[in-house]
């Protein structure tokens, strides 16, 4: 598959055409492709060749080659690689959490890359050769991460699979040796890494049932999210967040990043009695300026009514609609089976919004970890500034209430697969795994934000 990241679309080749793509990195024309195909024993004809690339080029999947902005040195390749190192500061974790894994695998057949260092491909094909006979042809179970740099490396998936993940749902890697040998993203997760000028706070990913199921648990068990007590401490691979200087609240509000460290200390210490409509009465006193109501909007905060997030539905059902109706993955791609269940989601909403705006139910305390959760770690805050606390806060909303809404048709559709608990952390995961996120590129809100 071709997946075209900034227009979303996705393009499936044939394995012989994929021999020809692997050779068109900016140095061969027309008859130096020709040459690289037959060098790999493929038999692809000139005019098939050329129809082929046409057919890409109209897909807009064709450059002629790197510009000046493109040609990436040496310096940055290995620092977009290896990770610039963490600031030496204090690693603040969230406070009571502790993982438990349900060994059920939902992340590992889930996300559609898992990142592979060369060096970690080389263990795991070392470890097992006969996964996807990668052993013998690193291609065979890894594609470069993007384009044609393998400096980074997706293994392959098997009906949306890890390769490496195995019958019983256990991580092949994890059981031929040490949980050492498996690529760096798999030991880290769920940790997520922000550094707000004075600590860098670490709170989970909240895309896995084992986070949300773990958030509630009352006896605090369950293993850190890093046992890191400074920044110095953590792998140099490690990707840590970083705030801007100026953190974007609301509309009209911005405040120095020194200042985000105690409110979302203090807003994280919140009772939130309903996900939807703290969260939207969070993000009218961030647009309303008022910062010092923004406790009493998570903790007592008016019904929540549909208007506020109705927009943002419609602008991401499209995207859900794309990915259910992608036929070319197999029917037991959990990504696919989670997209249909979405859009039953959606029809849910349309037919009885009230029931499902009235309040949590039984995901009460789920919706409050949640919360919190998101406040703790700094992840209602935009790295790049490029969206506001308020507008974020609305996105989470919208969240929260899809979650509902899959609860119920997860159930009625007789879903068995154990992911489906926990319907919040697989909309989650869709949002930024599969892109409905990307609706924010060009969404303004009611509030023009
Ligand atoms: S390498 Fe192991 S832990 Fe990582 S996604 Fe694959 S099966 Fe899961």
């Given at each position: 598959m071709l997946h075209d990241t900034k227009n979303d679309v996705t393009v499936r080749i044939a394995e012989r055409a994929w021999v020809l793509v692997s050779g068109m990195d900016g140095t061969r024309d027309l008859e130096g492709l020709a040459a690289w195909v037959k060098r790999a024993g493929v038999a692809i004809g000139d005019e098939e060749m050329t129809s082929f690339l046409t057919e890409l080029a109209a897909e807009g999947l064709v450059e002629d080659g790197p510009g000046e902005d493109d040609v990436v040195t040496g310096e940055a390749a290995a620092q977009a690689s290896s990770g610039g190192g963490a600031p030496d500061r204090p690693v603040l974790a969230l406070p009571g959490f502790g993982l438990r894994c349900d060994g059920q695998g939902t992340c590992c057949r889930f996300y559609p890359s898992v990142v592979f260092s060369p060096l970690e491909a080389a263990r795991a094909r070392g470890r097992l050769p006969l996964v996807e006979d990668a052993g013998l042809d690193q291609r065979r179970g890894f594609m470069p991460l993007a384009g044609l740099d393998d400096r980074l490396l997706a293994v392959a998936l098997v009906n949306g699979r890890c390769a490496y993940l195995e019958a019983d749902l256990r991580c092949g890697i994890h059981r031929s040796?040490?949980?050492?040998?498996?690529p760096l993203g798999c030991r880290v997760y769920p940790a997520r890494f922000v550094d707000d000028g004075s600590a860098i706070r670490v709170s989970p990913w909240l895309e896995c049932g084992c986070v949300l199921a773990s958030g509630l648990s009352a006896d605090g068990g369950g293993e850190p999210l890093t046992t890191a007590t400074r920044g110095a401490e953590l792998e140099r691979a490690i990707f840590v967040e970083r705030l801007p200087e100026l953190v974007r609240l609301g509309r009209t509000l911005t405040v120095p990043r020194s200042e985000v460290a105690a409110l979302s200390l203090e807003l994280s210490s919140c009772h939130v009695p309903d996900g939807v409509a703290s969260l939207l009465a969070l993000a009218a006193v961030l647009d309303g300026g008022e910062v010092a109501g923004a406790k009493r909007a998570l903790e007592a905060p008016p019904p929540a009514e549909l208007t506020h997030l109705a927009e943002r539905l419609a602008a991401i059902r499209p995207r859900v609609a794309r990915l259910a109706a992608e036929?070319?993955?197999?029917?037991?791609?959990f990504a696919r089976q989670l997209a249909t269940a979405l859009l039953g989601a959606f029809d849910l909403l349309d037919v009885m919004p009230e029931e499902l705006l009235r309040g949590p139910g039984v995901f009460e305390m789920t919706e409050s970890f949640y919360v919190r959760a998101l406040l703790f770690g700094h992840q209602l805050f935009h790295p790049k500034g490029k969206h506001t606390m308020a507008s974020l806060a609305r996105d989470r909303a919208v969240r929260v209430l899809l979650g509902r809404a899959l609860a119920v048709t997860a159930n009625l559709a007789e879903l068995t697969d154990p992911a489906f608990r926990h319907p919040l952390a697989l909309v989650e995961a869709c949002s930024r795994a599969y892109g409905l996120v990307g609706y924010l590129h060009t969404f303004i809100d009611e509030n023009g934000a």
């Open positions: 040796g040490a949980a050492a040998d498996k036929e070319w993955r197999s029917p037991e791609d």
